[in-house]
């Protein structure tokens, strides 16, 4: 065997060795359990068993709802609160709600409930549906006001039209805020950031539920008091907000391991599950 020969194999073997030694490493990494906080942390969810290795074989897709929450109601807040002149309730970003917040965040609680991850898979289709029907609330070819239209100029001036209206939009965020109660109680076994989230969404509900009930009334004055709530509703949602790009963030660094990580407040060892207890 020449010289030029023996250098081919060699190279050739150290080649192979290498490779080997990288199969050796990746394989020694998929095999160390995931830790019960880094698990909620990527996953907003106490760590469960579940069937197969579904969670092996597909992405996180975790953060692509939170990214079409945060698109919608990023924006949405400050239209609550008038930043600069917007207003309209975000009837501006009607198409985001569709394409960006209920498709999204739709597809995430889907995605979600593939891998056995229930407790976000319920939060993310619930909003998912929630900016999907908002868009279509304000979009005036569902005819959600001008079904509230008055049969008689009489009524249209006595206000009989917004009355309606407002007053079923109330009782609709009413429940958005009863959801977000069960999903606050729920969050306390995942993380402090979370669970701010969903304080500042319960408080939000309920500040909108409170301005559009005074809205309905139609007395003389509330009209003002309402204007209020919305703005406190619009500070709360940015709060949210500001959870929520935190949350995205510190996610994101963790998917893709680098070497600055942020903490989320942990809380699933902090409080343990029933079946932890026994």
């Not at 092996?56 to 975790?62: Q, R, W």
């Not at 409930?113 to 407790?119: C, H, Q, R, V």
């Not at 929630?130 to 008689?152: H, I, Q, R, T, V």
């Not at 004055?221 to 959870?243: E, P, Y």
Request: charged share 10%; hydrophobic share 50%; proline share 4%.
């Amino acid at each position: 065997m020449s010289d030029e020969e023996r250098k081919v194999q060699s190279s050739q073997h150290s080649q192979d060795l290498e490779h080997m030694e990288a199969l050796n490493k990746f394989r020694s990494a998929a095999s160390v359990a995931m830790t019960p906080e880094l698990f909620e942390k990527l996953y907003l969810s106490p760590q469960n068993k579940i069937h197969g290795d579904l969670r092996k074989t597909f992405a996180n897709p975790t953060p692509i709802p939170i990214a079409g929450f945060l698109l919608c109601l990023t924006p949405l807040s400050m239209d609550l609160m008038g930043w600069r002149g917007a207003g309209g309730n975000g009837a501006a970003s009607i198409a985001v709600y569709f394409f960006q917040g209920g498709i999204l965040m739709t597809i995430g609680g889907i995605l979600e409930w593939i891998l056995g991850n229930t407790f976000p898979a319920v939060v993310f289709s619930v909003f998912g549906t929630f900016w999907l029907a908002y868009g279509g609330l304000l979009n005036p070819s569902f005819a959600a006001f001008s079904s509230y239209a008055p049969p008689d100029a009489k009524s249209a001036a006595e206000g009989l039209q917004t009355t309606g209206f407002n007053a079923s939009i109330a009782y609709w965020f009413l429940f958005m805020g009863v959801i977000c109660f069960v999903f606050l109680i729920c969050s306390l076994r995942t993380n402090i950031v979370f669970f701010t989230i969903f304080l500042s969404l319960v408080i939000a509900f309920g500040l909108l539920t409170g301005a559009f009930l005074l809205n309905a009334d139609d007395i003389s004055g509330n009209t003002s008091k309402a204007h209020k709530l919305i703005v406190g509703a619009g500070a709360c949602t940015f709060i949210t907000s500001m959870s929520g790009w935190y949350i995205f963030l510190a996610l994101l660094l963790a998917s893709v391991d680098f070497p600055i990580q942020i903490p989320v407040g942990d809380l699933s060892t902090v409080i343990k599950g029933k079946s932890e207890k026994l």
